[in-house]
């Protein structure tokens, strides 16, 4: 006779045993990199010297605008064939005179009805084309970041490859600061070595991040410009040319080095933002995807999972924690001391937390163990993130949850960290 408990049981292991399946690949991927660690050199003559157009949408960014359109400015690729756009958006700052002292053109932007990242791209194609003004193909930064010497050279090589689109190795500025910032950065460098580069190396579409990414002319027209504007743009872009058949790639010796989030409430409000632009994202696109994965799109199989299990599994996990812990309380209360009590009723908890934890302790070490050489930290700091990683992955479990309900805007995330590209090439890394 199957008891409820022994009910209980078999529907948890036929659950955990289905999600767990459907991310196999991603371990996949792991082992896959491992084993193929030598990389290519790029030092060969491209066929074509592209011209590109530099995009920075900033809002209110006059304190770090500066060092990203000097490292523009400092490439080792033909001056010439690099013009720097700012977009400043809705700014109330002076982002507009410092980024035009810094040599940029300035397009400003006031709209506070259409506000978001990727109106303010839109805006930045239709002024650029209007004008008569047109490039090979578009590099898309953020107003924080830094790039390094060589990331438009390598950009280049990768487009004459016949990559269309390009997203890069995206470092950090203040990867050691704290929990938070190393956190970000762990996550963002794991995503370039052991996601996208698995994904190109096995021809699969790698997916753009947000910013440090490259967009040929020819795409955009066939869009209309910009045409993705929920709240994660770059993942909605992503999805959208994956359903097409595009394939993406990543250049990774292009080098970003982006600012991160120091304090939890604005990672809180951007980690909200990301969580519920991915819900947006599967009902808009979630029928298209799974029509693509019965078509034998295995892309497609990979940004459905993306979206949709991992919130799916935390949310499962979540209730299945408080489900043990109520029945455990309910069927031994009248039966066991207050030590056992306790126990049965916080056991599914604590087992949860220490199964994730070591997950994602797992990701983190072999992240760190590769990719050591190019983090900009101290030996201490770098140890130290291993440990907390996965505390900063786990509190994505509950903005996971509260994105389901609460309604969320675009909001935009204070910069501060003033540094250079020299700064960071300076930086002792021991």
């Known amino acids: 006779m199957i008891t409820t408990e022994n009910l209980f049981l078999i529907c948890d292991s036929i659950i955990t045993g289905f999600f767990s399946l459907c991310y196999l690949y991603q371990i996949f991927f792991i082992f896959y990199e491992l084993i193929k660690r030598k990389r290519k050199s790029s030092d060969t003559k491209p066929p074509k010297h592209h011209t590109f157009g530099v995009i920075i949408c900033a809002r209110n960014e006059q304190s770090v605008i500066g060092g990203l359109i000097d490292s523009i400015k400092r490439q080792n690729y033909p001056e010439d064939l690099i ?6 958006d809705n700014c109330t700052d002076l982002t507009a005179k410092y980024a035009e002292a810094s040599g940029a053109t ?6 506070k009805n259409l506000v978001g990242k990727g109106y303010a791209l839109d805006f930045a194609f239709k002024t650029l084309w209007s004008k008569g003004i047109k490039h090979d193909a578009y590099l898309i930064f953020d107003a924080d970041n830094l790039v390094d010497s060589d990331f438009v050279k390598e950009m280049n090589l990768k487009l004459c490859q016949g990559y269309r689109v390009l997203t890069s190795y995206r470092n950090s500025k203040n990867y050691g600061t704290n929990w938070i910032t190393s ?17 190109e190396d096995l021809k699969l579409s790698c997916a753009i991040s ?8 020819e795409i955009l027209e066939e869009n209309d410009g910009w045409k993705h504007y929920l709240l994660t743009e770059d993942i909605e872009f992503t999805v959208d040319s994956v359903i097409k058949g ?15 989030p120091v304090n939890f409430r604005s990672s809180w409000n951007q980690r909200m933002r990301w969580a519920k632009g991915f819900y947006q994202i599967l009902g808009k696109y979630g029928g298209n995807l799974l029509k693509g994965i019965f078509k034998g799109s295995f892309s497609c199989y990979d940004f459905f999972m993306t979206l949709f299990p991992a919130s799916a599994y935390t949310v499962y996990n979540l209730i299945k924690a408080i489900v043990e812990c109520v029945y455990g309380f309910i069927s031994f209360s009248g039966n066991l001391n207050t030590f056992k009590l306790v126990f049965n009723c916080l056991w599914p908890v604590v087992s949860c937390f220490c199964i994730m934890y070591l997950l994602f302790f797992a990701m983190g070490l072999i992240t760190m163990i590769t990719e050591h050489k190019v983090i900009r930290a101290t030996r201490a700091q770098k140890i130290r993130s291993v440990f ?21 805007e675009w909001k935009p995330i204070p910069h501060n960290v003033n540094a250079t590209i020299d700064d960071l090439e300076e930086t002792k890394v021991n």
């Open 83 to 88: 013009d720097v756009f700012v977009v400043a």
């Open 183 to 199: 956190g970000y950065s762990l996550s963002f460098i794991r995503e370039a070595t052991y996601l996208n580069k698995a994904r």
């Open 388 to 408: 907390t990683y996965p505390l900063f992955m786990m509190t994505y479990c509950p903005i996971a949850v509260v994105a389901i309900f609460k309604k969320v």
């Open 106 to 111: 300035v397009f400003e932007r006031q709209n």
């Open 210 to 217: 947000g910013t440090g990414f490259c967009v040929k002319r």
């Open 246 to 260: 595009e394939k993406f790639g990543i250049s990774e010796k292009s080098v970003l080095f982006d600012e991160q």
